[in-house]
């Protein structure tokens, strides 16, 4: 890789992280949960998303971003769990990035939600680089593509704060060794929060949305501390 190469790399990220720092500073003050979701194609993550909206909208203020490389089928899959999607067709570019989500949420009062998710595209390489502002990434590994993959892909992980195992449905059938996954997932990143899943079944779902709940009100809890230090 030439100097140059190098040079212009550095300098997109860099130009990404300033954005990426002011888009946070935005969901923070306009007290919105922000998480991201990443996973290889064929994951499940559309399927644990629209799992997730469904049951959320029920009593919580829900939006997604979905970007894809060329179609909106997920978007109109998700749609069906709640009006408030938007695609982002990203072409050839296998990741989002700052600059993305910015032009996305335009028109959107990021006030008037708790949540909002981003299903990146699938890829477990290029979006490890990319901050988007959120406040928490999770990284999907499905039952069916094998324990490996943490230590195939160890930056996602790294760069990741929860880990989501899916398809548990299908543990069986694809020989599936859990506690193999689970120690390559704490090899590469100590401590990880994992959850194991089934958007077809629902099971573990609970967990996830309980999880999430507790995070909101936490949320809420230090920018309501935040804001009231302010005043002092």
């Given at each position: 890789?030439?100097?140059r190469?190098?040079?212009?790399?550095?300098?997109?990220?860099?130009?990404?992280?300033?954005?990426?720092h002011?888009?946070?500073?935005?969901?923070e003050?306009?007290?919105?949960?922000?998480?991201s979701?990443?996973?290889?194609?064929?994951?499940?993550?559309?399927?644990?998303?629209?799992?997730l909206?469904?049951?959320l909208?029920?009593?919580?203020r829900?939006?997604?971003?979905?970007?894809?490389?060329?179609?909106?089928?997920?978007?109109?899959?998700?749609?069906?769990?709640?009006?408030?999607?938007?695609?982002?067709?990203?072409g050839?570019?296998?990741?989002?990035d700052?600059?993305?989500?910015?032009?996305?949420?335009?028109?959107?009062?990021?006030?008037?939600l708790?949540?909002?998710?981003?299903?990146?595209?699938?890829?477990?390489?290029?979006?490890s680089?990319?901050?988007?502002g959120?406040?928490?990434?999770?990284v999907?590994?499905?039952?069916?593509?094998?324990?490996?993959?943490?230590?195939?892909?160890?930056?996602i992980?790294?760069?990741?704060?929860?880990a989501?195992?899916t398809?548990?449905?299908?543990?069986?059938?694809?020989?599936?060794?859990?506690?193999?996954?689970?120690?390559?997932?704490?090899?590469?990143?100590?401590?990880?929060?994992?959850?194991e899943?089934?958007?077809?079944?629902?099971?573990g779902m609970?967990?996830?949305?309980?999880?999430?709940?507790?995070?909101?009100?936490?949320?809420?809890?230090?920018?309501?501390?935040?804001?009231?230090?302010?005043t002092?």
């Amino acid at each position: 890789m030439s100097t140059r190469i190098v040079e212009v790399r550095a300098k997109v990220l860099k130009q990404n992280d300033l954005l990426a720092h002011a888009l946070r500073e935005r969901f923070e003050a306009s007290g919105v949960s922000v998480i991201s979701l990443v996973s290889s194609p064929g994951s499940g993550k559309t399927a644990f998303l629209e799992k997730l909206l469904g049951t959320l909208a029920a009593n919580f203020r829900v939006a997604a971003l979905v970007g894809d490389l060329a179609t909106e089928n997920d978007a109109a899959r998700l749609k069906r769990a709640t009006p408030n999607v938007r695609q982002i067709t990203t072409g050839t570019i296998c990741h989002l990035d700052a600059q993305m989500i910015e032009r996305a949420l335009e028109g959107w009062q990021l006030d008037a939600l708790d949540f909002l998710f981003i299903e990146n595209v699938g890829n477990l390489v290029c979006p490890s680089s990319y901050d988007l502002g959120e406040e928490l990434r999770f990284v999907l590994l499905s039952a069916t593509e094998g324990e490996d993959k943490p230590l195939k892909y160890p930056t996602i992980f790294n760069s990741s704060d929860v880990a989501i195992i899916t398809k548990m449905d299908m543990a069986g059938p694809a020989e599936f060794d859990l506690a193999a996954a689970r120690r390559n997932i704490e090899s590469v990143r100590p401590g990880m929060q994992i959850f194991e899943v089934s958007a077809k079944t629902g099971s573990g779902m609970q967990d996830v949305f309980q999880f999430l709940r507790d995070k909101l009100a936490h949320s809420h809890k230090t920018r309501l501390a935040l804001q009231y230090e302010t005043t002092q």
